[in-house]
Protein backbone atom coordinates (compact mmCIF):
# COMPACT_ATOMS: atom_id res chain seq x y z
CA UNK A 1 0.00 0.00 0.00
CA UNK A 2 1.38 3.54 -0.79
CA UNK A 3 0.38 6.27 0.92
CA UNK A 4 0.24 10.28 0.32
CA UNK A 5 -0.35 12.60 3.08
CA UNK A 6 -0.64 16.38 2.61
CA UNK A 7 -2.62 19.33 4.21
CA UNK A 8 -0.07 20.20 6.73
CA UNK A 9 0.72 23.68 7.41
CA UNK A 10 1.30 26.83 9.74
CA UNK A 11 -1.69 28.04 12.00
CA UNK A 12 -2.52 29.52 15.29
CA UNK A 13 -3.76 27.99 18.06
CA UNK A 14 -7.50 27.64 18.37
CA UNK A 15 -7.51 27.39 14.42
CA UNK A 16 -8.43 23.95 12.50
CA UNK A 17 -6.81 22.41 9.67
CA UNK A 18 -7.35 18.93 7.83
CA UNK A 19 -5.14 16.10 6.40
CA UNK A 20 -5.58 13.97 3.74
CA UNK A 21 -4.01 10.87 3.52
CA UNK A 22 -4.69 9.41 -0.17
CA UNK A 23 -3.87 5.19 -0.67
CA UNK A 24 -2.65 3.68 -3.26
CA UNK A 25 -2.03 -0.48 -4.41
CA UNK A 26 -3.33 -3.32 -1.77
CA UNK A 27 -5.99 -0.84 -0.32
CA UNK A 28 -8.54 -4.20 -0.53
CA UNK A 29 -6.40 -6.47 2.08
CA UNK A 30 -5.97 -3.09 4.48
CA UNK A 31 -7.35 -3.22 7.44
CA UNK A 32 -6.66 -0.08 8.85
CA UNK A 33 -5.52 3.22 7.68
CA UNK A 34 -4.81 6.21 10.82
CA UNK A 35 -2.22 8.60 11.26
CA UNK A 36 1.10 8.85 13.92
CA UNK A 37 2.85 12.48 14.50
CA UNK A 38 6.22 12.89 15.94
CA UNK A 39 7.42 15.91 17.41
CA UNK A 40 10.93 17.27 17.49
CA UNK A 41 12.89 15.30 20.40
CA UNK A 42 9.69 13.31 21.34
CA UNK A 43 8.77 9.97 20.50
CA UNK A 44 6.63 9.28 17.74
CA UNK A 45 2.45 8.93 19.26
CA UNK A 46 -0.30 7.32 17.84
CA UNK A 47 -3.04 9.70 17.13
CA UNK A 48 -6.09 8.29 15.45
CA UNK A 49 -7.16 5.43 13.13
CA UNK A 50 -10.64 4.09 11.12
CA UNK A 51 -10.99 0.89 9.89
CA UNK A 52 -10.60 0.75 5.78
CA UNK A 53 -13.75 -1.47 5.65
CA UNK A 54 -15.99 -0.28 8.74
CA UNK A 55 -16.59 2.52 10.52
CA UNK A 56 -14.67 1.28 13.95
CA UNK A 57 -12.18 4.44 15.07
CA UNK A 58 -9.60 4.26 17.51
CA UNK A 59 -8.44 7.83 19.06
CA UNK A 60 -5.54 9.03 21.60
CA UNK A 61 -6.81 10.28 24.48
CA UNK A 62 -4.72 14.13 23.58
CA UNK A 63 -7.14 14.14 20.85
CA UNK A 64 -10.29 13.37 21.56
CA UNK A 65 -13.03 15.62 20.94
CA UNK A 66 -10.80 17.61 18.88
CA UNK A 67 -10.07 15.63 16.18
CA UNK A 68 -12.03 13.37 14.03
CA UNK A 69 -10.88 10.35 11.33
CA UNK A 70 -13.03 9.63 8.75
CA UNK A 71 -12.74 7.96 5.16
CA UNK A 72 -13.73 8.53 1.61
CA UNK A 73 -14.26 5.53 -0.03
CA UNK A 74 -14.86 6.67 -3.03
CA UNK A 75 -11.90 8.62 -3.17
CA UNK A 76 -9.37 5.98 -1.14
CA UNK A 77 -8.59 8.84 1.11
CA UNK A 78 -8.78 9.10 4.94
CA UNK A 79 -9.02 12.24 6.23
CA UNK A 80 -7.96 13.74 9.62
CA UNK A 81 -9.91 17.38 10.53
CA UNK A 82 -8.16 18.75 13.02
CA UNK A 83 -9.77 21.52 15.55
CA UNK A 84 -9.08 23.76 19.05
CA UNK A 85 -5.17 23.41 17.73
CA UNK A 86 -3.01 23.41 20.43
CA UNK A 87 0.77 24.25 20.67
CA UNK A 88 1.61 20.20 21.66
CA UNK A 89 0.17 19.25 17.95
CA UNK A 90 3.39 20.45 16.28
CA UNK A 91 4.42 17.81 14.71
CA UNK A 92 5.21 15.53 11.58
CA UNK A 93 2.12 13.61 10.94
CA UNK A 94 2.33 10.19 9.23
CA UNK A 95 0.22 8.20 7.34
CA UNK A 96 -0.19 4.74 8.01
CA UNK A 97 -1.62 1.45 7.19
CA UNK A 98 -1.70 -1.85 8.34
CA UNK A 99 -2.87 -5.40 6.92
CA UNK A 100 -3.02 -6.85 10.50
CA UNK A 101 -6.89 -6.93 12.46
CA UNK A 102 -5.73 -3.60 14.68
CA UNK A 103 -6.87 -0.37 14.37
CA UNK A 104 -2.99 0.93 14.36
CA UNK A 105 -0.56 -0.52 17.04
CA UNK A 106 3.15 0.94 17.30
CA UNK A 107 4.16 -1.11 13.97
CA UNK A 108 2.41 -0.33 11.03
CA UNK A 109 3.37 -2.41 7.81
CA UNK A 110 3.30 0.68 5.68
CA UNK A 111 4.11 4.17 6.05
CA UNK A 112 3.70 7.48 3.90
CA UNK A 113 5.92 10.57 4.22
CA UNK A 114 4.53 12.80 6.53
CA UNK A 115 3.04 16.56 6.63
CA UNK A 116 4.39 19.03 9.14
CA UNK A 117 1.77 20.45 11.34
CA UNK A 118 3.05 24.06 13.19
CA UNK A 119 0.73 25.74 15.91
CA UNK A 120 2.01 28.62 16.66
CA UNK A 121 0.49 31.39 19.44
Known amino acids: VQLQASGGGLVQAGDSLRLSCAASGRTSSTYAVGWFRQAPGKEREFVAAIRWGGISTRYADSVKGRFTISRDSAKNTVYLQMNSLKLEDTAVYYC???????????????RGQGTLVTVSS
Open 96 to 110: AATFRPVLLDTRPEF
